[in-house]
């Protein structure tokens, strides 16, 4: 099974839906992060967490929210979607420890709003 | 200006080719560099960190000049499993954060 899950695996919905992204891992990582990612603009940051109920915008939190209520389950949400929206979108987890440490990716969410 | 530029390619070299590709960062007080690798529609793979003094794995050869902000990746005897888009990835310190290059798209032909 794979160490960081990403449900759904694709998603077609409609302008002002609102739509949940949900991720999960079980590599134990206190660290999870939300990218997206767009054509010729590489992974951008959405939102990220150090630890259960620890929430840190990134460099595009606007029109997104996030939930951890646990260590293993990161939630994104997207309140009232817009075409902009639209991309591939993962999560990725890395450990505690002091310093950089190897970001895990999940297979990744595409989204497309209509 | 991108924080981190890459060429987006794609280079198109033959089984057994050499090829290189330069990433240029513009914050100097960047801290760790890396390259990812990402097949098509996949998610990112840590390929292998950069070192000041220069790093080797098998094939591949990472380098960092610091002076000059920027890093390469050298690929020696390309194969065709080595197609893929190869993500230039700075740390910047603050939070664990990594800022992601555009991506270079390497195709190996037989």
């Known amino acids: 099974d794979a160490d960081v899950t990403q449900t759904p695996r694709n998603r077609i919905t409609k302008t002002g839906k609102r739509i949940m992204l949900e991720c999960s891992q079980t590599k134990g990582h206190d660290r999870m992060y939300w990218y997206r990612q767009d054509p010729g603009l590489g992974l951008r940051l959405i939102y990220y967490s150090f630890d259960v109920k620890d929430i840190n915008k990134g460099e595009i939190s606007d029109g997104y929210s996030v939930s951890r209520q646990a260590q293993a389950k990161f939630s994104l949400s997207l309140e009232s979607a817009i075409p902009n929206q639209t991309a591939l979108y993962f999560c990725a987890t890395s450990d505690l420890e002091g310093g950089y440490n190897e970001q895990f990716f999940g297979p990744g969410t595409r989204l497309t709003v209509l | 200006r991108k924080e981190v530029e890459q060429d987006p390619g794609p280079f198109n070299v033959p089984e057994g080719a050499t090829v290189a590709f330069n990433c240029t960062y513009s914050?100097?007080?960047?801290?760790?560099f890396f390259w990812y690798r990402q097949d098509c529609r996949k998610e990112p793979k840590l390929l292998m960190s950069?070192?000041?003094s220069g790093n080797e794995d098998g094939r591949f050869t990472a380098q960092l000049n610091r002076a000059s902000q920027y890093i390469s990746l050298l690929i020696r005897d390309s194969k065709l499993s080595d197609s893929a888009t190869y993500l230039c990835?700075?740390?910047?310190?603050?939070?664990?954060?990594?800022?992601f290059g555009a991506g270079t798209i390497l195709r190996v032909k037989s």
């Open positions: 914050n100097s007080a960047s801290q760790s």
């Open positions: 950069v070192y000041s």
């Open positions: 990835v700075v740390f910047n310190g603050y939070g664990n954060k990594l800022v």
